[in-house]
């Protein structure tokens, strides 16, 4: 009995330091998600495919965060399935903060579910500070503009928030088309209003400075703003009459709408805010393998072609937009009237931007 006591504690530690042991040489086997993509980078691009289908299939998921609508990351996760059906490919789709939030609120918990990203750039900043996008290099990615792409992401396609009007309450003649005009008396109580423009407010910041956006937020917010969740949603009641004016809209979804008849224009202001939205790989992808793969689709020009059939105007320079309106606003990039923010920015902007949203348009105590 004696020999067992003295015994027992040597064997525990003997135990435990096995599990050490066996804990370090499965991280040993098992190398980080950057690691992996930077194996990939030493090998011709035959062999390089090979080894990212070959890993991707004993992988067998992949799991994306996005702020894309539902529908359309339906539709990209489906057409990414058919040609790789080996990968059961999943997707959660919410607002752009919710998904920044989410992504952090994991990470904090030590759990990495996620493998690939999509946010907005105005919202890079918190995901870089905390060290959980990764750097993937890719060929696709070598067709790409410089702006449309950093060490942490690549464009899919970019966003022009334009003012939509419903031409069956307001004559394209009267409808405001600057940011000024929206302060005219008669607009009062006659503006819809997405509660998630975080980037218009990025835009005017990165335009006009702190001192001018406050003070036109400020008289902004006297307007009696009817403030609705939803850039889709606020063009829907605004077709549906609830307002004539919905200021934050996505150009594309009203050219979409406009091809079928419904009731809505739209004006291209006299500074357009204007966005990437960025495709990151997590850090800490649990499936790295299907993450490159599913990024590689994405950026390909079939898979830009998916996007661009919604209307938008994507990053790959060989897929032109199907409306000619958005070529009209593509052609605009580069000059005074779109405001495209960089990264650093953003980095320099996001507290005041989202305060100024939250307290003083919202009206709403910052969280």
């Known amino acids: 009995m004696n020999f067992t006591k003295r015994k027992l504690p040597i064997f525990l530690f003997a135990f435990l330091l096995a599990g050490i042991f066996a804990t370090k040489t499965f991280s040993a086997v098992v190398p980080a998600a950057e690691e992996i993509w930077r194996s990939l980078e030493k090998l011709s691009p035959d062999e390089r495919n090979r080894r990212v289908i070959e890993g991707a299939k004993k992988e067998g998921e992949m799991l994306w965060y996005t702020n894309s609508g539902i529908d359309n990351a339906t539709r990209y996760i489906q057409a990414f399935k058919k040609q790789f059906p080996f990968v059961n490919a999943q997707v959660w789709r919410a607002k752009t903060r919710q998904v920044t939030q989410r992504v952090i609120s994991e990470a904090n918990a030590g759990r990495y579910l996620v493998d690939v990203v999509k946010p907005s750039t105005d919202l890079l900043p918190p995901l870089l500070d905390k060290s959980l996008l990764g750097r993937y290099e890719t060929p696709v990615r070598s067709i790409y503009p410089a702006h449309a792409k950093s060490p942490y992401y690549t464009s899919m396609n970019y966003a022009f928030r334009v003012f939509g009007f419903n031409p069956r309450k307001l004559n394209r003649n009267d409808a405001p088309k600057t940011w000024e005009e929206l302060l005219q008396s008669r607009w009062k109580g006659e503006i819809l209003f997405d509660e998630s423009s975080l980037e218009e407010v990025m835009a005017l910041l990165g335009a006009w400075g702190k001192e001018k956006t406050l003070s036109y937020a400020t008289r902004l917010s006297q307007q009696q703003l009817l403030i609705r969740v939803g850039r889709d949603t606020t063009t829907q009641m605004m077709m549906a009459g609830e307002a004539p004016l919905a200021v934050t809209t996505y150009a594309y979804n009203n050219e979409g709408l406009r091809a079928k008849n419904a009731p809505v224009d739209w004006i291209a202001e006299d500074l357009i805010p204007a966005l990437l939205y960025p495709l990151s790989v997590a850090r800490n992808a649990p499936h790295p393998f299907a993450a490159a793969l599913f990024y590689d689709f994405m ?69």
């Open 299 to 367: 950026l390909s020009e079939e898979g830009q072609r998916l996007i661009a059939k919604e209307g938008r105007v994507v990053s790959h320079p060989k897929v032109e937009p199907i409306y000619p309106r958005m070529k009209e606003l593509q052609n605009l990039l580069g000059t005074p009237r779109i405001q495209l923010n960089t990264l650093e920015q953003n980095y320099r902007l996001l507290k005041d931007g989202i305060q100024i949203l939250d307290e003083i348009i919202l009206k709403r105590k910052t969280s």
